[in-house]
């Protein structure tokens, strides 16, 4: 079996899906994106798809291995994410050439659905409790929301009162026993992420995420004294060796790799290999599309210290398109009782729908993230 073709599609809300073709005619699908970087990403691909056009496609691990380091310069979310969306692709077109799901290539599921969180309170976050309501009132049995909006180094605590009201907000709305993944989404710099934590302690979060951006990983272990709330990040980390130095230095109870940007997969697997050797859960990151979920759960199923799956459906970016607009079978990812079961079918799992990807992809995006500023006019974090 050799590659013919490799072929990226720009499609609404803001995701980049690949096609890796073969002379076997079997097709697979990967999404490799940065969110607001796509067309960067979408040039990465087609640099290289030039050494895997002609190649068997099986070779997973080889060509993971070429194409991270043939070309000398190594790592980063565009390089990354683009071998993530093609270790994808490979891993479905092996899976599709033996009938089977990727996790059974992969030793076996250890389970056989996942629990699953959904995002309520938008960008700047408001109206929190309605929208912990709808989610519950859907069967999900945890939510998570952006702690705050602009926070300075040092801000006043009129700031905090409204990260603790949004958060009491929700709690009063769906009970106690809802989990509440608070994520500071590399917002607040470390003055502020210490008083925060402190005056959180009440609320048992099911974890604080990126409560400092992860260059400042030094940080952790401190901030993890202040609050017995487990920690959570890693979306913004792209290898095993970027989260070797996170389960050194410590701090860190939950990592949060993104299998469309971290590699794919492969390296995703390792990933949480490594974690597991230090005791520390698993979240995948995937505010994605349908085949990066499609991937995560491949990887939940085999992942012993995987617990929770983020996902799209519903959530603020997919105003012109949604989680479940571009597979055939709407049904595929069986959520009940707030979790969702392991797609069955080979390969990734999914059949996406072609003629609709290629209708999306005439239209395309050009979703960037909007830039923030504080009230003295400098740039914030986003």
């Known amino acids: ?20 073709d073969t002379d076997a005619g079997i097709s697979g699908w990967g999404e490799p994106v940065v969110e607001g970087r796509a067309q960067t990403v979408a040039a990465a691909v087609e640099e290289l798809s030039t050494y895997l056009v002609g190649k068997d496609p099986r070779h997973i691990e080889d060509h993971w291995n070429v194409l991270y380091r043939g070309g000398f310069y ?3 979310p565009i390089l990354m994410s683009a071998i993530a969306g093609i270790d994808q692709a490979l ?3 092996k899976g599709k050439d ?3 799901p990727v996790y059974e290539l992969l030793g076996g599921p250890v389970r056989d659905r996942i629990r699953v969180y ?4 938008g960008d700047r976050p408001a109206d929190t409790a309605r929208a912990a309501k709808d989610a519950v009132a859907r069967g999900f049995t945890a939510v998570k929301m952006n702690a705050t909006e602009e926070m300075q180094y040092v801000d006043t605590h009129a700031k905090v009162e409204r990260v603790l009201e949004n958060v009491q907000a929700i709690r009063d709305a769906v009970g106690a026993d809802i989990g509440i993944g608070l994520d500071f989404h590399g917002r607040v710099h470390k003055p502020m992420a210490k008083v925060l934590m402190r005056e959180l302690l009440p609320y048992k979060l099911m974890f604080i995420e990126e409560p400092v951006l992860s260059e400042h990983l030094e940080c952790l272990p401190e901030l993890a004294a202040i609050s017995p709330a487990p920690i959570a990040l890693g979306e913004r980390l792209y290898s095993r060796y970027d989260f070797k130095r996170v389960l050194q230095t410590g701090g860190v109870d939950i990592i949060q790799p993104d299998p ?3 590699g794919g997969i492969t390296e995703t697997r390792k990933i949480a290999a490594m974690a597991e050797a230090y005791d520390v859960a698993l979240a995948l990151h995937c505010p994605l599309g349908p085949i990066a979920l499609a991937a995560n ?6 992942c012993h210290n995987a617990f929770i799956q983020e996902q799209s459906l519903g959530i603020h970016y ?3 398109n949604d989680l479940l607009d571009y597979v055939t079978d709407r049904g595929v990812f069986a959520y009940a009782d707030g979790y969702v079961s392991m797609p069955t079918g080979p390969g990734l799992g999914i059949e996406v729908n072609e003629a609709y990807v290629a209708e999306r992809a005439k239209v395309g995006h050009q979703w960037h993230n909007p830039i923030w500023r504080h009230d003295d006019g400098s740039v914030a974090e986003w």
């Open 74 to 76: 190594r790592g980063g």
């Open 98 to 100: 033996v009938g089977r």
């Open 1 to 20: 079996m050799k590659i013919t073709a490799i072929t990226t599609f720009l499609v609404p809300p803001r995701w980049l899906f690949l096609r890796i």
């Open 260 to 262: 469309s940007h971290a």
């Open 297 to 302: 759960l491949q990887l939940d199923a085999v």
């Open 91 to 93: 891993w479905d077109i």
């Open 118 to 121: 959904s995002w309520v309170g």
């Open 318 to 320: 997919n105003a012109t």
